[in-house]
């Protein structure tokens, strides 16, 4: 107040709020504490406050600047839809536009809660972002039918997760290249909460990612890929085959849940194997996997048969474990042969 006197500045007491910050829970709602800012008592702010773009509650949670960044960024994609569609701009301008119009207004501010992948507490706001995302990537002007995955690597959206991932490592990075004696450098270097997340982006190596394998002599799938109409193979599967038969399927839920199940016949009962992927996977992923599980499950048999035989719906599954190039579903490509 004094230096504001001595300089002839005023506060606008309609425009100033005082806010408390701790991190241990609290029953109460309001605090004792009051502040005065000359003769005038400041009210403490019971939601959370705006500082510079971000939204800081009182735990510092950033739930509310979560929550508000992604309604911002749902309207945004909401208004960007009509130019986006089947007869509106090229791809390359669509992807342009989502994440100069649509990401940079969803994401600004995730480096200071992003804390890794399979952590409590950002898992949820990265799903909700992922899914977001999703709707980024339908909207380059695809077919609705078209598989995500190969949309999704075509479009160059990547994940949320990676996004997040690579924007606090670009954070720390622009921290650490600031000029020297900057107090902000020591911010990274800090033994708190946001200066060893940003040591550990730093650091942190990509291992949960699905490489793609530049192979210098393609392997041959030695197996015999046979497509056939609805009806014919029903016929088919209802033949007596030698060997071993098996069945699989891959599917996704609305719940964004996927998984895939392998069934086979050992006698008069049947066996199986059923697993969850978790979420933010596609069924092309589940129907992919399935039928490389399958193939695994023959070669782990005490007794391998001579001839196995395998049936499944998804015709693109088929299509991609005939091919090990590079693309999506190249994994399980790789592990089937």
Same mark, same amino acid.
């Given at each position: 107040m004094e230096w504001a006197a001595g300089n002839g500045v005023a506060f606008d007491h309609g425009k100033t709020e005082a806010a408390l910050f701790w991190r241990k829970k609290r029953k109460e709602t309001e605090t004792?504490?009051?502040?005065?800012? *000359? %003769?005038?008592?400041?009210?403490? =702010?019971?939601?959370? &406050?705006?500082?510079?773009?971000?939204?800081? %509650?009182?735990?510092?949670t950033l739930k509310e600047h979560h929550a508000t960044r992604l309604k911002s960024g749902r309207n945004a994609m909401?208004?960007?839809?009509?130019? &986006?569609?089947?007869?509106?701009?090229?791809?390359?301008?669509?992807?342009?536009?989502?994440?100069?119009c649509v990401q940079s207004v969803t994401m600004f501010g995730a480096?200071?809660?992003?804390? *890794?992948? =399979?952590?409590?507490?950002?898992?949820?706001r990265a799903e909700e972002l992922q899914l977001l995302v999703n709707q980024q990537v339908r909207a380059t002007g695809a077919f609705r039918t078209t598989n995500?995955?190969?949309?999704?690597?075509? @479009? *160059?959206l990547r994940p949320a997760s990676n996004q997040l991932e690579n924007r606090q490592r670009r954070f720390g990075a622009q921290l650490l290249s600031l000029p020297q004696g900057s107090a902000a450098q020591d911010v990274v270097r800090a033994q708190t909460t946001i200066g060893k997340r940003l040591s550990t982006a730093l650091e942190r190596r990509w291992l949960a990612m699905e490489e793609t394998v530049l192979l210098e002599d393609p392997e041959s799938f030695n197996a015999e890929l046979i497509?056939?109409?609805?009806?014919?193979?029903?016929?088919?599967?209802?033949?007596?085959?030698? *060997?071993?038969?098996?069945?699989? %399927?891959? @599917?996704?839920?609305e719940s964004?849940?996927?998984?895939?199940?392998?069934?086979?016949?050992?006698?008069?009962?049947?066996?199986?194997i059923k697993t969850h992927m978790g979420y933010n996977q596609e069924a092309y992923d589940a129907e992919c996997?399935?039928?490389?599980?399958?193939?695994?499950?023959?070669?782990?048999?005490?007794? &391998?048969? =001579?001839h196995v035989t395998i049936f499944t719906d998804a015709q693109v599954a088929i299509k991609r474990m005939s091919s090990d190039e590079p693309g999506p579903g190249q994994k399980y490509a790789l592990e089937a042969r």
């Amino acid at each position: 107040m004094e230096w504001a006197a001595g300089n002839g500045v005023a506060f606008d007491h309609g425009k100033t709020e005082a806010a408390l910050f701790w991190r241990k829970k609290r029953k109460e709602t309001e605090t004792e504490a009051k502040v005065k800012v *000359g %003769d005038k008592e400041i009210p403490f =702010n019971k939601e959370a &406050t705006r500082w510079l773009g971000v939204w800081l %509650d009182s735990q510092l949670t950033l739930k509310e600047h979560h929550a508000t960044r992604l309604k911002s960024g749902r309207n945004a994609m909401t208004r960007l839809h009509r130019l &986006t569609g089947k007869m509106g701009l090229f791809p390359m301008n669509c992807r342009r536009i989502m994440t100069a119009c649509v990401q940079s207004v969803t994401m600004f501010g995730a480096e200071l809660w992003w804390k *890794g992948g =399979n952590v409590r507490g950002t898992t949820g706001r990265a799903e909700e972002l992922q899914l977001l995302v999703n709707q980024q990537v339908r909207a380059t002007g695809a077919f609705r039918t078209t598989n995500l995955g190969a949309l999704s690597m075509e @479009s *160059g959206l990547r994940p949320a997760s990676n996004q997040l991932e690579n924007r606090q490592r670009r954070f720390g990075a622009q921290l650490l290249s600031l000029p020297q004696g900057s107090a902000a450098q020591d911010v990274v270097r800090a033994q708190t909460t946001i200066g060893k997340r940003l040591s550990t982006a730093l650091e942190r190596r990509w291992l949960a990612m699905e490489e793609t394998v530049l192979l210098e002599d393609p392997e041959s799938f030695n197996a015999e890929l046979i497509q056939e109409e609805q009806e014919e193979a029903k016929k088919e599967a209802e033949k007596e085959r030698p *060997g071993l038969v098996m069945f699989t %399927d891959g @599917s996704r839920l609305e719940s964004e849940a996927a998984g895939y199940a392998v069934a086979w016949k050992n006698g008069q009962t049947w066996e199986g194997i059923k697993t969850h992927m978790g979420y933010n996977q596609e069924a092309y992923d589940a129907e992919c996997v399935a039928l490389a599980r399958a193939l695994e499950t023959v070669t782990k048999r005490v007794l &391998t048969p =001579n001839h196995v035989t395998i049936f499944t719906d998804a015709q693109v599954a088929i299509k991609r474990m005939s091919s090990d190039e590079p693309g999506p579903g190249q994994k399980y490509a790789l592990e089937a042969r």
